[in-house]
């Protein structure tokens, strides 16, 4: 069945970085675009950016553009996102969707924190 996996998230200072992945099965996953979202505590889910399937276009919240990266390899079923310069308020728990087809992942805590 479809799953989506994120991992790479984790504990780090202002001014850090990760990457996150995301590991797509049980679907074609370069006919598909894919999206970050983030949930921040006692706030809304918000997209952060999107990628086309086969990665020739993405889209940014302009707030985090030039920080964030989004990418894919779909020679490996997975998108990334690198993080750089994180902020506190970067803290959130990470989700990536498939879009067309709805589905989300379970989510990759990342806590921006000195």
């Known amino acids: 069945q479809l799953q989506l996996v994120e991992s790479g998230g984790g504990l780090v200072q202002p001014g850090g970085s990760l990457r996150l992945s995301c590991a797509a099965s049980?679907?074609?996953?370069?006919?598909?675009?894919m999206s970050w979202y983030r949930q921040a505590p006692g706030k809304e889910r918000e997209l952060v950016a999107s990628?086309?399937?086969?990665?020739?276009?993405?889209y940014y919240v302009d707030s985090l553009k030039g920080r964030f990266t989004i990418s894919r390899d779909n020679g490996k079923n997975t998108m990334y996102l690198q993080m750089n310069n994180l902020k506190p308020e970067d803290t959130a728990v990470y989700y990536c969707?498939?879009?067309?087809?709805?589905?989300w992942g379970k989510g990759t805590l990342v806590t921006v924190s000195s």
């Open positions: 990628i086309t399937g086969a990665g020739a276009s993405t």
């Open positions: 969707k498939q879009l067309g087809g709805g589905y």
């Open positions: 049980g679907f074609t996953f370069s006919n598909y675009a």
